[in-house]
């Protein structure tokens, strides 16, 4: 029984000595020639403007907030693609109307203009 | 294995519950009430499992997206509340109680 | 191990059958998201259209009902796989649920467009709240019942922070919000738990699997006490009832009319059908907690009524007490048949009194704010009198005065809780509606009061246009008729309890 979890504990020893190894290796193997542009946070190459502690726009909200409903909604389509099969026309056709409605829903915002940003 | 499912959600739901009782800040009140719709999809996950039935899972979706329409609606009044211009915090929504 | 080729294959479909027992419902959905679509188009000007739309929305679904009444026979059955009702309980709930939502819609374009909030989505909101209150009277699974109560939950909240600018709105909203979904979260582990108990979702699965003798199952029982915590929340029972009074004054006062009757008459449905049904083997681990929940209701809710002086807590309070005088019936529902007749009973009362006493509050109030302190009722008769006297009629049936049909609901649950040899609970009821009475006359008698000479008028009363006043008058009728056409409404609630559980024998 316990054996069984035996893989588990050799791969938890595997990524641990990675982990530490590979940092460990660069350190001692590597040149050191430390400069100022070194410290920055790295941001995709791009160099930052000011601290990352400023406020942000509450449009990002906003987007945030209609991304995760329609997000989440997907979470029905996983069930159903594994039935749709069995389902037939019927399943296709009810998936459709979910869907519509979504889209509907998505028409709306789309037409508030709540995903223009300001 | 299950009876420690159990326990597991019903310590992270205490968690939760403390969270809401205890914590000012409406976003986080939020989060605690989150951790305890998680953990309510636990329970149903791990009796499912046990069960060897599928209802469980189901049911675990619909909560999974029923709590994200309302995390949507309660940052949507936050937002409006913040641009009114009131400080975050629970306990000063006492404006009818004078 | 794969859990795919282990699952019995799906190839029932629904059918036919299964849409026609949802068509109420289906109508207001269709209707919601026609409404959304028509704000988009519809002028602001016109936006009176959408209210017509609406009305037409709600008319033809309650024809529907009615129609179902008739058509799912007495004995009533499920569809969609034992998901919903199509009975004559969840056909009379969905009636008294379209009128007060009409009623609604009657009073809302006035009011909203002297308060400067005639937005197009409070139509489509108020459908919205409206499917997931006729889907909760039908529920008889536990998955539809979750799903019923957060769809007409969410939209109420939405409804209940309306006025955008408000900082009472937005704060009324919030916490309606947070403690909502804190109740729901309560709610959903119950559920849980009865789920993984009983291993089943519907009801009528989980009332079979309740009645097998064998040892207590404290999980079980756990699980049962925290649903009914869940649905005290959403009726308002006391000690569940924190965020009534904040957020029936906060809201304006047109979706405060709504959802202080609609939202209680749907979860007293459920209510009904889970407890006095689904659970009625388990009756003797939750019936004391139920009678708890109704006296403590009934005693908090009168008294801190006497002490108000806003309309909008008073009735909010009063609310409350009522929550506790229909959960009587629930409580005694499982022993005596006349528990639920006298509760439906009760809650159609409540329904038509209440809305109509909201009503008058909303036809009253004015520009840029709610008609909301005592001292703006104060010679109300003098100026408008047939408001007025509505009110006091209101009031008096609130009050539980005979010819009134808040009357006959308060005599039905006391007789059944006599009969259930629980004289003491009958008693709590007396007494606590002798204390009522204090502050329904209190707030009638104000309106008789004239104003000192030189005095300043501190609030204007506006107008009462005709679909403000239609509605005022078409509820007073109802709560007269409900107060003297007895025999036919107890009928028809006898009708309607017979068949609370389609599908489990």
């Given at each position: 029984m316990l054996s069984d979890y035996a893989p588990i504990l050799v791969f938890l020893g595997v990524c641990v000595l990675f982990g530490a190894g590979v940092p460990l290796l660069s350190s001692l193997l590597g040149p050191r020639r430390p400069s100022a542009e070194k410290d920055l946070p790295y941001e995709s190459g791009i160099v930052p403007v000011e601290s990352a502690r400023r406020r942000f726009s509450v449009?990002?909200?906003?987007?945030?907030?209609?991304?995760?409903?329609?997000?989440?909604?997907?979470?029905?389509?996983?069930?159903?693609?594994?039935?749709?099969?069995?389902?037939?026309?019927?399943?296709?056709?009810?998936?459709?109307?979910?869907?519509?409605?979504?889209?509907?829903?998505l028409v709306y915002i789309w037409a508030k203009g709540a995903l223009t940003w300001e | 294995?299950?009876?420690?499912?159990?326990?597991?959600?019903?310590?992270?739901?205490?968690?939760?519950?403390l969270g809401v009782l205890i914590r000012r800040n409406p976003l986080v009140v939020f989060m605690s009430i989150e951790l305890m719709l998680n953990a309510v999809n636990l329970v149903l996950v791990g009796y499912s499992s046990y069960l060897n039935s599928e209802e469980g899972q189901i049911f675990a979706f619909m909560v999974i997206v029923v709590a994200a329409a309302e995390v949507v609606v309660g940052l949507g009044l936050l937002t409006r509340v913040f641009r009114i211009g009131r400080e975050l915090d629970v306990d000063d929504l006492d404006e009818m109680q004078q | 191990m794969s859990m795919i080729a282990g699952l019995p294959l799906a190839t029932a479909t629904p059918g036919g059958g299964d849409l026609v027992g949802l068509l109420p419902e289906v109508i207001v959905a269709v209707g919601f998201v026609a409404l959304m679509l028509m704000d988009l188009v519809v002028p602001p000007s016109r936006r009176s259209w959408l209210a017509g739309a609406t009305a037409a929305v709600l008319a033809?679904?309650?024809?529907?009902?009615?129609?179902?009444?008739?058509?799912?026979?007495?004995?009533?059955?499920?569809?969609?796989f034992g998901a919903v009702a199509y009975d004559r309980l969840s056909a009379f709930v969905n009636c008294v649920v379209l009128v007060s939502s009409l009623v609604t819609v009657m009073i809302s374009p006035g009011y909203l467009n002297r308060r400067g909030l005639h937005h197009g989505e409070y139509y489509a909101l108020l459908l919205a709240a409206t499917v997931g209150m006729m889907l909760l009277d039908a529920a008889t699974s536990l998955m539809v019942i979750f799903l019923a109560i957060e769809l007409l939950s969410i939209s109420l909240y939405i409804l209940s922070g309306f006025a955008r600018d408000e900082e009472r709105s937005q704060e009324a909203a919030?916490?309606?919000?947070?403690?909502?979904?804190?109740?729901?979260?309560?709610?959903?582990?119950?559920?849980?738990?009865?789920?993984?108990?009983?291993?089943?979702?519907?009801?009528?699965?989980?009332?079979?699997?309740?009645?097998?003798?064998?040892?207590?199952?404290?999980?079980?029982?756990?699980?049962?006490?925290?649903?009914?915590?869940?649905?005290?929340?959403?009726?308002?029972?006391?000690?569940?009832h924190f965020w009534t009074p904040d957020v029936y004054q906060g809201a304006p006062v047109a979706v405060t009319?709504?959802?202080?009757?609609?939202?209680?008459?749907?979860?007293?449905?459920?209510?009904?059908?889970?407890?006095?049904?689904?659970?009625?083997?388990?009756?003797?681990?939750?019936?004391?907690?139920?009678?708890?929940?109704?006296?403590?209701?009934?005693?908090?809710?009168?008294?801190?009524?006497?002490?108000?002086?806003?309309?909008?807590?008073?009735?909010?309070?009063?609310?409350?007490?009522?929550?506790?005088?229909?959960?009587?019936?629930?409580?005694?529902?499982?022993?005596?048949?006349?528990?639920?007749?006298?509760?439906?009973y009760y809650l159609a009362a409540y329904a038509v009194t209440n809305i109509g006493a909201f009503a008058v509050v909303t036809v009253m109030s004015g520009h840029g704010e709610d008609l909301d302190s005592y001292d703006h009722l104060r010679g109300?008769?003098?100026?408008?009198?047939?408001?007025a006297a509505a009110l006091g009629f209101f009031l008096l049936s609130l009050g539980g005065f005979p010819v009134t049909a808040g009357f006959f609901g308060k005599f039905l649950v006391f007789a059944a809780a006599i009969a259930a040899h629980n004289v003491a609970l009958a008693i709590w009821g007396i007494g606590t509606s002798a204390v009522s009475i204090f502050y329904y006359l209190r707030v009638a008698l104000l309106m008789f009061q004239r104003r000192e000479e030189g005095e300043e008028q501190p609030y204007a009363w506006p107008r009462t246009s005709l679909l403000g006043g239609g509605a005022v008058a078409a509820t007073a009728a109802g709560t007269l008729i409900l107060g003297t056409a007895v025999p036919l409404l107890l009928t028809v609630v006898q009708l309607a309890q017979a068949g609370t559980l389609p599908g489990a024998t």
């Open positions: 449009s990002f909200y906003v987007t945030a907030m209609l991304f995760i409903v329609f997000d989440v909604e997907s979470i029905f389509l996983f069930p159903w693609a594994t039935i749709v099969r069995q389902l037939r026309v019927f399943g296709v056709v009810e998936m459709g109307i979910f869907i519509l409605v979504l889209l509907l829903g | 294995m299950f009876p420690y499912i159990l326990l597991t959600a019903g310590f992270l739901f205490a968690v939760g519950v | 033809g679904a309650f024809a529907m009902s009615v129609w179902g009444w008739f058509d799912a026979g007495p004995a009533g059955r499920t569809v969609y919030i916490k309606y919000l947070l403690l909502g979904s804190f109740a729901s979260a309560f709610m959903l582990f119950g559920m849980a738990l009865v789920y993984g108990e009983t291993g089943h979702t519907q009801l009528a699965q989980i009332a079979l699997a309740m009645s097998h003798p064998g040892p207590l199952d404290p999980l079980l029982v756990g699980g049962v006490i925290l649903m009914f915590v869940g649905f005290a929340f959403k009726v308002s029972a006391a000690p569940f009319t709504f959802m202080s009757v609609a939202t209680k008459v749907a979860a007293f449905a459920v209510l009904i059908r889970v407890f006095d049904d689904a659970f009625a083997s388990y009756y003797a681990h939750w019936s004391s907690v139920v009678i708890a929940v109704a006296i403590i209701s009934m005693v908090v809710g009168n008294l801190a009524a006497l002490t108000q002086t806003s309309v909008k807590r008073m009735l909010a309070y009063s609310g409350i007490a009522q929550a506790g005088y229909i959960l009587i019936g629930v409580a005694v529902g499982v022993a005596v048949p006349l528990g639920v007749q006298g509760a439906l109300l008769w003098f100026r408008r009198p047939y408001v």
